[in-house]
């Protein structure tokens, strides 16, 4: 079964750090696209972060300068290192990925989230 995994959230207070993990698992041969996004009760659920296997990489203005998204490759793991947070980075936060499968099909998968809370 091919599935993300997210952890690394939790509570944390205004000014600190958190570091989110995304592991992709199942016959999988790489990560092509992959992405972070946050929602919030009542809201659309927002791109922060995403990128490419060729190397190129997107922010939200929100979050420029302070957030850095990352992976490795041989564990199939993308990261989202979240520095100087504010309360109003509080949300789910979801990884997405395009997946290569070891039957050379793509797949797209979204990871089940994980809770940051930013207390002021």
């Known amino acids: 079964q091919v599935q993300l995994v997210e952890s690394g959230g939790g509570l944390v207070q205004a000014g600190g750090s958190l570091r989110l993990s995304c592991v992709a698992s199942?016959?999988?041969?790489?990560?092509?696209?992959a992405g972070w996004y946050r929602q919030v009760p009542g809201k659309q659920r927002e791109l922060v972060a995403a990128s490419t296997s060729g190397g190129s990489i997107n922010y939200a203005d929100s979050v420029k300068g302070r957030f850095t998204i990352s992976r490795d490759n041989a564990k199939n793991t993308v990261y989202l290192q979240m520095n100087s947070l504010k309360p109003e980075d509080t949300a789910v936060y979801y990884c997405?990925?395009?997946?290569?499968?070891?039957?050379?099909?793509?797949?797209?998968?979204w990871g089940q989230g994980t809770q940051v809370t930013v207390s002021s």
């Open positions: 997405n990925a395009l997946l290569l499968l070891s039957n050379y099909r793509e797949y797209f998968a």
């Open positions: 199942g016959r999988i041969v790489s990560i092509n696209t």
